[in-house]
């Protein structure tokens, strides 16, 4: 199931944003804002009371397990960290097998895997709500993390429909993530969406064929460039991404020479921007590398601490919008007759 199934006993997956439709996006950015104003009230509702997540990790991370975790307690749910080593999953277990035996013990199983087939094969199999935690192929949590903060800092006059978005950086098939994910958001949401890249590190025919399918039906425009100048002259919102890779080592230097300095996120080309033009990042950043510290820590010019702090709103809402449905709700007389028999059984056979 996509995440577009939500009928009465299906399972909704979150993992592919261009999956949704632009009012479920809308939808959950709703959600989320209500779950963030209840935080800043310190009153987040206990509505996934009882809910236990597994997390399974095969990369190491920051953002995603903190947020994730902490979103579950903040609900009144658990979250379980599984790393690898610690469970079987795809090496001495069949994927198929590990999906429907935790689906059997939790009320959903958030993934961050590095192979896009495996979130995909344990969505097939399993009985709850799978979330994408990011792959080599796209970072749904990430790109809803994302647009819900652009739509937080929209430019004075402008709709979250108006917007320009620019991703600068890396949009390789095999490598280019949130180039990808800012597309598929793009797509969702009917923007106008520019990738600059060089061209031996551009997006492929094929990601790019996805990405206009959607926005034929959305009203979504996507230009790909490598004229850095063109491409941020009226930009609302630059994001980029790193450049190096785990398992690209070998890369490296010729990386470095196709990017730098051109496609650095720096302020000459923040300043060829309109003045409102704001900077994100997913983090982690390799500091003077892809983003400076100049544009990162800028007061006014960057939301990279605010998009990261918007990780856990997001959380929350994607848990509370995929898992509150799926709750079972006893009424208080049910939970008091099985509390009653319960201890009565106990106590009348372990004195």
């Not at 994001?239 to 890369?251: A, N, Q, S």
């Amino acid at each position: 199931m996509t995440a577009t199934a939500r009928t009465k006993g299906a399972v909704a997956h979150f993992l592919d944003t261009i999956d949704l439709s632009k009012q479920e996006m809308l939808d959950l950015f709703a959600t989320i804002r209500m779950l963030k104003e209840a935080d800043m009230q310190g009153a987040v509702p206990k509505i996934l009371e009882g809910a236990s997540l597994a997390m399974i990790f095969e990369e190491p991370s920051t953002r995603t397990r903190v947020s994730f975790e902490t979103a579950m307690t903040d609900l009144g749910g658990h979250a379980l960290y599984l790393k690898p080593g610690e469970i079987h999953f795809g090496s001495h277990e069949a994927i198929k097998d590990t999906a429907r035996v935790i689906s059997s013990m939790c009320h959903g199983i958030m993934l961050r895997a590095k192979e896009h087939e495996s979130v995909l094969a344990l969505a097939e199999h399993a009985t709850v709500p799978v979330f994408n935690a990011m792959t080599y192929y796209n970072h749904p949590t990430q790109g809803v993390c994302d647009f819900f903060t652009m739509s937080e800092h929209l430019p004075e006059g402008k709709a979250l429909d108006d917007i320009h978005v620019v991703f600068v950086g890396d949009s390789r098939e095999d490598t280019g993530i949130m180039s990808k994910e800012t597309g598929h958001m793009c797509a969702t949401l009917g923007l106008r969406y520019t990738v600059c890249s060089p061209e031996r590190y551009s997006m492929s025919e094929g990601e790019q064929a996805k990405i206009r399918a959607k926005m034929a039906e959305t009203g979504g425009s996507l230009t790909v460039t490598d004229d850095v100048d063109a491409a941020v002259g009226d930009a609302d919102f630059i994001v980029p991404d790193v450049w190096t890779y785990y398992g690209y080592e070998d890369e490296e230097a010729d990386r470095m020479a196709s990017f730098m300095p051109e496609f650095q996120l720096n302020m000459s080309m923040l300043e060829k921007a309109p003045a409102h033009c704001k900077a994100l990042h997913c983090l982690p950043a390799n500091r003077e590398v892809e983003i400076t510290s100049e544009v990162m820590d800028h007061p006014t010019r960057s939301l990279v601490f605010q998009e990261a702090e918007n990780r856990l709103h997001t959380q929350r809402g994607l848990l509370a919008w995929y898992l509150y449905p799926r709750m079972r709700e006893a009424d208080a007389r049910l939970k008091a007759y099985n509390e009653g028999r319960v201890r009565s059984f106990l106590d009348s056979h372990l004195k």
